[in-house]
């Protein structure tokens, strides 16, 4: 401590002596005079301030959250002894505005603005809190600033303005600051420096006044810091008013002290007394809803030294000791067992600290409560909370007549004021309070997917296009049983996809993924609906998707695997690849080109082997592959946007079938798989489209990776993807049919894992998760497709992000038009389709139909 605080704490404590308070409260606020990265300094000292990183808690398996206890209390005692520290835990609101910006940077295709607005509208209508957790540290009293107090006096005297910050200092502060992050990073928080505009937001919300953003500059001083530090609080015996720039009330704070605790804290559970802050709810006195109260957090607290608290508890047990003598040789019975009892307990602490690297700290919890609407509904958020913690076993009090001195306690390069509110405990005690615990999945950045439904509420983000640009696998897994939401969740994130103009293909083989193209029509997306069939010959014609010198072979595996073994058999495939090499020379080269050639072949095997694939050729399955095409470009092509192929009829044969077991329709179907597979393989590795995001995304997987073409298929687009720069996402019933495919299981990066009931496929599903096999996580996954009364929850999930994190998540869309456009209900499917005829029916009827003025002019 500097000499100059010294001095004024002594002068202050004259009068506090006078009045029965302590010297700090009658201490005089300090003055900002720079915030920088990670750092704000006052005209008494310098603070580090660090942004901590959440851990997903809600899910974890209980000797993990153990784990991670111990590992919190040990980073208390190893990094933060002797320092005087600050954890903030802010809340804010997720800007509709802010996210508009946001989109605009992250979709480059379609209607940009209006997904934008969508999902601005959206976020506004949610009103979603968002938790910030912040770390101040104190690094430096500033010896500069010595005689604080008359050098303000005389520069204001004289109207010199005067900062006291020069680059040097700056410097060596910055330098403090560094130090001290890595020393932070390697904790359970994964701390990081605080960007000076998260510095200067979390000072400038104080006053509730609509405050300029901060500069982009690397520190903020002088009349920018001022502007942002403005307000005028009035203190109440129970809150603080807050008046805007217009005088008037923008908001009512209380401040609320934690003064007791109980001796042992349960955790994992309901104990953690910051984590579950989220959870407080109250019911609003006008409108009688239940909503969110969000309560802040500010706790100072010192980490003392091992040394001086082990001398503190050889102390307690020294003096218990003594009690206990006294109590013994006297008469003085009723201490006995409770200094005994002391004793005790002082031995035990002294062994842990000794063994664990356990040491004691000081804290001083405060909630801070607010309200921006009246007084009467800041009563009842501050009823609400201390209701809560009173069947935590904790006591939570309105602070009486202290509401100034708490208030300017809680901000940011203040001090500690009401030193006779605090505890003296262990650092386990505040490390149980998991304040970096609850819910946290998904990416960092990037497109919102859905809502986090855990403890800690907030948006989760998933990007299935971004493995490849971190370096990473690229493989997205949608896992659970039919009817949850989970095709409809992939067309979303596919859809996502195709905004960021990637080239999205999905290969449709349920039959009800239409809802995707007409999504991607709404968003304004180049969008393409392909189904194979009799109205769409040559459409997979391999002549047509591939490089001319490639295609010959593929065409001929394609005939090969229809003909009958008979005909294989026979060395019809000599006659295939004659034909096939023919064709290839040809300017239009073509399959039904080849089918042609061979019926007019004097070789009677060729003759028959072309007129059965001529026959092929007129059903629903065989005109995709030889079919002879309608006038114009064939409807795939390896250009961005999105694109549905879907192929209805589709029977696939069994894994390890032989061919001379397979029916017609099944080696039919396993050719037309084969065409669509071949374009898939090679549009992603098109040396001109390298550089283009792409995504696949394939619907029941399982009905591939039930052959050994499919399985080849699924695993070399998930091992390549990161080269390729392709993202795979799968869809499947069947979790356990993934066990088996580990070039998939290595690729897999995130998993969204919807309601399973089996136990089989529960287990193949925790195995996914990473999370412990047995019956808690079974009841988990059972679950999660339910709400409260047990109907079923579209698009609920459980997801392990690529850090394995795991929480739980609804999926969501920015606006009800474009969730019913992609619903997967038949019902709904079918309702559309005759809401869409009969439109066309009247619009047709309209155009033939002459108006009135036509008639009578006629």
Known sequence: MSSTTTAAKKSASRFGRLLG?????????????????????????????????????????????????????????????????????????????????????????????????????????????????????????????????????????????????????????????????????????????????????????????????????????????????????????DHLRLMDARGETAAWVSVLA??????????????????????????????????????????????????????????????????????AEGSAGETFAETEETEAVMEDLRRQMSRDGMTLLEDHPRLIVVSTESLEDLRARCDAVVAHYAGLSIDVVVASEEQRELWLESQVGDMLRVLDLGHIRTTDALASSMFWGGSEAGDDSGPIAGLLTGTTPGVCRIDITAGSARGDATTTAFVGRSGRGKTTSMMLATLIAGLKGAFSLMLGFKGDEGGLVKAGQYLGLDSHHVTCGLDTPACADLFRLLPREDAALQVVSQLLIILPERMRDAGAETHLLRACNTIAQHEDAATWRVVELLQNSPDPLAVEAGQALAELSRTQLGAPLLGQPRPGASPLRPEPGLWLVQVPGLTMPQAGTKPSEMTMNERVSLALMRGLIAYALNTSARADLRNLPKVISIPEVHVLTGTDDGRRFVDYIARTGRALDTSLAIDTQDPKSLMGMDGVLEAITTVLAFEQSTRGQQDAMAELLRLPVGDATRALIHGVGKDARGDIRHGHCIVRDRRDRVATMQWDAPSAELLRALSTNPKDQAEDHEAAQQEAEEHEASVHRPSDEDSEAA
């Open 258 to 327: 934690m003064p007791a605790f109980p001796e042992e804290l349960v955790t994992p559970g309901e104990q953690e007394w910051l984590r579950c802050l989220s959870e407080i709810t109250y019911t609003h006195p006008v409108t009688g809803t239940d909503a969110l109260v969000c309560p802040e957090a500010s706790v100072r607290f010192t980490v003392w030294r091992k040394g001086n608290a082990i001398k503190a508890v050889d102390k307690a047990r020294q003096s218990a000791k003594e009690q206990r003598r006294s109590a």
């Open 21 to 237: 308070l302590g010297a700090e409260r009658l201490m005089k606020e300090p003055q900002l005079v720079a915030v920088a990265d990670g750092l704000v300094v006052t005209d008494t000292a310098a603070e580090a301030w660090f942004v901590l990183s959440a851990a997903n808690t809600d899910l974890m398996p209980e000797d993990q959250q153990d784990a991670e206890q111990d590992a919190a209390a040990l980073a208390l005692a190893k990094v933060l002894p002797g320092y005087d520290c600050h954890l903030k835990i802010l809340w804010a609101r997720l800007d509709g505005e802010m996210y508009r910006e946001e989109a605009q940077q992250i979709f480059t295709a379609g209607d940009v603005e209006a997904v934008a607005d969508m999902w601005a509208a959206r976020l506004d209508t949610l009103d979603l809190p968002q938790r910030h957790i912040l770390l101040g540290i104190r690094i430096a009293e500033r010896d500069s600033a010595a005689n604080a107090t008359v050098k303000n006096a005389t520069t204001n005297a004289l109207g010199i303005g005067h900062t006291g910050l020069d680059n040097t200092e700056l410097a060596h502060l910055d330098g403090l600051v560094r130090r001290m992050e890595r020393r932070l990073e390697a904790t359970p928080w994964r701390a990081r420096i605080a960007p000076a505009e998260m510095l200067a937001w979390a000072i400038s919300r104080e006053s509730y006044r609509p405050q300029p953003a901060p500069p982009h500059l690397p520190t903020v001083t002088g009349a920018a810091l001022v502007r942002l530090t403005q307000s005028k609080a009035i203190p109440h015996a």
